[in-house]
């Protein structure tokens, strides 16, 4: 009895895993059971761990990735460099809400490896680590956290409450979370808002509640994170206008700013002496100020006029507070 189960559970997952969709009839019917069997056997597959997802516009079950690997088959580089990076996500930049799974799941398929190569793989991850710049740490555990990741995934709508400093109040709103990403050291959802029914970037830190609904969306085919976002240098404050900047680097730093890829449009010029010119077309001149002036008395804005006179600004302030 159990046998047969355990064959028919496997079998559930090769047709979840084929890339076709399958409604309920036809699961029981490949597996000559009934449909009320086959919602049993895909909630036996939930509760250990394999993420079975719905199709609402397919109106059928799949799964999103391969679930079963045979881990025997990885190369020691691969498993090196997933222990590693896994390892690591409870120290890291980004405070991954889901670094202890990750983590756990990188240890599974250590432990799945024979002798010899598991001990490589452990001796060899102990030369290696990654170091990350200082991260939010309530970002780790925050329960908003974990819900939007799996709302997000799950494709469900969910109402939130979020704090907005530039309005200086809580705003509400039903928000479908079309990707979560991460930049400038925080976290962000992007989706499409009831209130305007257009699509906002939030702050994830800015949530004050939220809950999951049982509502579904449906995320459009056309929707492109990167198309959407572009070079922003403020997810939150995109603006379709943008400013050519000019930006006079000091030898002393000008290797560190040339080699790093800042910005798509970027441009490079050597200057004499071994300083260089840095060109680019932005669309947020407050963000690259903070950028501008990390780099202390080895930078100088040349241009535009409003670019240089908010870094005198800043400075000017800075100089009050020390005078």
Known sequence: MVAGRIHRLLKLIALLQSGRVYNSAQLANECDVSRRTVFRDLSTLQESGIYVLYDEEKQGYTLPWRTILNFKDLTSEEVLALLVLCQNLDKTIVGLPIHQIARSASTKVLNSLPDTLR???????QSISIWFPPFNPSSCNGIHYKNLFKATIGKKNVRIQYTCPKEQKTISTMLSPYHIFYSN??????GRSSIDRGIQVLPILKIMKLEVLDETFQKPSRFN???????SWDPTHRSRKTFPVKIRFEKSVADHVSLMKWDESQEIRKLTG???EFRARVDCLERITDWALSFGDQ???LSPRPFRNLVKERIAA???IYR
């Open 185 to 190: 050291r925080e976290w962000y959802v992007v």
């Open 299 to 301: 930078a100088e804005v």
């Open 274 to 276: 071994g300083a260089i």
């Open 119 to 125: 001990e490589n793989v452990i001796d060899a991850a």
């Open 318 to 320: 800075m100089s009050h």
């Open 225 to 231: 994170l990167d198309r959407y976002l572009g070079s």
